[in-house]
């Protein structure tokens, strides 16, 4: 099995699944925090950050990879401060990688856990209320179980995006082999050479079997949730 | 148990005024229903009560305590939903035992609680399922167990029967009233339904577009109504209205029947009244009686236990309840005469005036 790939594309897809799950995992989180934020909140700016979640949806990707490159790069405002105070540096190393492929499949994770968010009967929480539930044990108690199915769906989304990324992460991180060098990118450097065929068509193999288990367990993380929780 | 007491509330929604101004006190242990049609207030006057919705103005008190800016969860209530609002990814015991998981209550001590208020609602062999394995009616109940379970100070109920059939509705009437008599919990119930008010209430609030129209003891409301529009809200089938000119003589109605009239009515000859009377106060008299208004027989609705006789008069129609069966038909010219005194008048502004 593991002469079927060569070393270096074994390292590609370790590669890719760490950025993958990395970018799911950080975005988490957030995602929950802020899909919660547009539909439930009424404060000022609430449209900016609505447009600012979407936009990585609709811009180019190159277009975010260069503007993180901008950003997060050693000479960008916010790479150099993080260089400085914590040396953490993004540019050209995976966890920049994980960066792109988190704010790629941001607006992804975000609109599906904004949807079941919407599908929650708001009675169910006034209830809560009234029997004498604080509102963040409301949210833990009530909310969340009632919206798994919704985190489940965009975490798969989200985790796709990061297997898939490719422009965004290749104009802010380059195409470094063992360091930033995704099955995207490798499939596309062996596309780039002679000979390559083989090995383009071997990780092309490998990323829809990752994607189609990916699909079924979300399929079956759902329906355990929906069996355990909902009508 | 606490009283609850209502000063001048309003609520506005922008520049809508949705609550104009509204004055109740309820007492410990009473059974209040908040009736009218649907969007005269009453379920958003519950909400505030609950604390779900903000008061624009006024005062609302559990107890001795003003609660206006008090969370609901610190209000000590327990509310009922229309939609039953019961949490699918619980089970019935979940569900009825999730107030006393907030306060801590050690598990043994829960699940007492919980098998006591199952026991009551029939609910035991039900406590290990989810809501969506439950019948409306069931489901019904275990909302209400909740609520119980919680032993607040105060139960709102928000058209909690409105989603069941006509039956259950009524064995639900019947289960709500002897739990609030076997519990004598002080209790705030909201419908559209006149006869659920009629049927539970120890005191009944009708409201209609933002301000209450009167509040008083079922029959009270009933025998007495204040207006025009609690005349015609109250009762099933409604109170028949007639508008009628006041003479000498009586009551002139249109078609020149003139309805006399006992008692002093204090209005100036020639003021414009509406007489009301209820479809139980009218009786089928021979053609021609004295006092009678004629009239030709439309519908016969016979319901077993009564019929109803829906006749046309001159510029209306009226509605007849008859506890005997009648054999009149369609078509048929009748003399309708009210008993005497059962019935209304209201003046101009459809206040009543005066019984006739």
Sequence with gaps: MTDWLSPEEWTAVRLSLKVALVAMGASLLPGIAIAYALERGRFWGRQALDVMVHLPLVLPPVVVGYALLLGFGRRGPIGAYLAEQFGIVLSFRWTGAALACAIMGFPLLVRAIRLSLETVDRKLEDAAGTLGAHPVWVFFAVTLPLILPGIIAGMVLSFAKAMGEFGATITFVSNIPGETQTIPSAIYTFTQVPGGEGGALRLTLVSVAISIAALWMSEWMARRVRRRFLA | ?356
Excluded: W
Aim: proline share 6%; hydrophobic share 40%.
């Design chain 2, 1 to 356: 148990m606490a009283n609850v007491s209502i000063r001048d509330v309003r609520k506005s929604f922008g520049s809508v005024a949705i609550i104009k101004g509204v004055d109740v006190d309820i007492q410990d242990g009473e059974f209040v229903i908040l009736v009218g049609p649907s969007g005269c207030g009453k379920s958003t006057l519950l909400r505030m009560i609950a604390g779900l919705e903000d008061v624009t103005s006024g005062d609302i008190r559990i107890g001795p305590r003003v609660v206006n800016d008090v969370p609901p969860k610190d209000r000590d209530i327990a509310m009922v939903f229309q939609s039953y609002a019961l949490y699918p990814h619980m089970t019935v015991a979940e569900n009825m035992a999730f107030s006393l998981k907030l306060k801590g209550v050690p598990r043994a001590e829960q699940k007492k609680r919980v098998g006591e208020a199952a026991a009551i609602l029939d609910l035991e062999k039900l406590l290990e399922r989810y809501p969506r394995q439950l019948s409306g009616g069931q489901r019904q109940r275990v909302a209400m167990g909740r609520a119980i379970v919680r032993d607040p100070q105060v139960f709102l109920f928000d058209e909690p029967l409105s989603n069941l059939d006509a039956k259950l509705r009524v064995q639900m009437r019947v289960e709500i009233k002897e739990l609030h008599q076997r519990l004598k919990t002080t209790t705030i119930y909201v419908t559209h339904d006149q006869i659920e008010a009629m049927t539970m209430a120890d005191k009944i609030v009708v409201m209609h577009d933002g301000i209450v129209e009167q509040i008083g003891a079922p029959l009270e409301l009933y025998d007495r109504p204040r207006n025009l529009f609690v005349a015609g809200f109250i009762g099933s089938p409604a109170m028949n209205f007639i508008e009628g000119r006041l003479e000498q003589a009586g009551l002139a109605l249109p078609g020149g029947v003139v309805l006399p009239l006992e008692g002093h009515v204090p209005a100036a000859p020639g003021s414009e009244l509406t007489y009301g009377i209820r479809p139980e106060h009218l009786q089928v008299a021979p053609a021609g009686a004295p006092g009678s208004i004629p009239a030709t027989v439309t519908v016969v609705e016979p319901t077993g236990s009564d019929t109803t006789l829906i006749a046309k008069v001159e510029g209306s129609h009226l509605t007849v309840a008859l506890r005997e069966r009648c054999a009149l038909k369609p078509g048929e010219a009748v003399a309708l005469k009210p008993l005497g005194q059962q019935g209304h008048l209201f003046d101009d502004q459809g206040r009543r005036i005066a019984a006739a």
